[in-house]
């Protein structure tokens, strides 16, 4: 069983930035690819961003040249640094660790865009 911790949000103005960590308990989160979702209030939940376990990333083109997905292997963390950020990024954001044939989510953390 793999336990992800979400951290890092809060209330932002726009323009500004925030950077969130996910944590994985267990010494397997290098092996696998992981992501970042979003789920606004009455949506869907969306995929945001997602990186291999060597570093490739793909993005949402909502978010492309303003957020940026990482991972730190050594420490069994990602990161997603979010720059630039607009009304419409308010949601909680989650992360996924793909492994043993399942996905594994944090419980969310909630970032909010307001002026």
């Known amino acids: 069983q793999v336990q992800l911790v979400e951290s890092g949000g809060g209330l932002v103005q726009p323009g500004g930035s925030l950077r969130l960590s996910c944590a994985a308990s267990?010494?397997?989160?290098?092996?696998?690819?992981m992501a970042w979702y979003r789920q606004a209030p009455g949506n869907q939940r969306d995929l945001v961003a997602t990186?291999?376990?060597?570093?490739?990333?793909t993005y949402a083109d909502s978010v492309k040249g303003r957020f940026t997905i990482s991972r730190d292997n050594a420490k069994n963390t990602g990161y997603l640094q979010m720059n630039s950020l607009k009304l419409e990024d308010t949601a909680v954001y989650y992360c996924k660790l793909s492994a043993f044939n399942q996905n594994f989510w944090g419980q969310g953390t909630q970032v909010t865009v307001s002026s």
């Open positions: 990186i291999t376990r060597d570093g490739r990333t």
């Open positions: 267990g010494s397997i989160f290098w092996m696998y690819p």
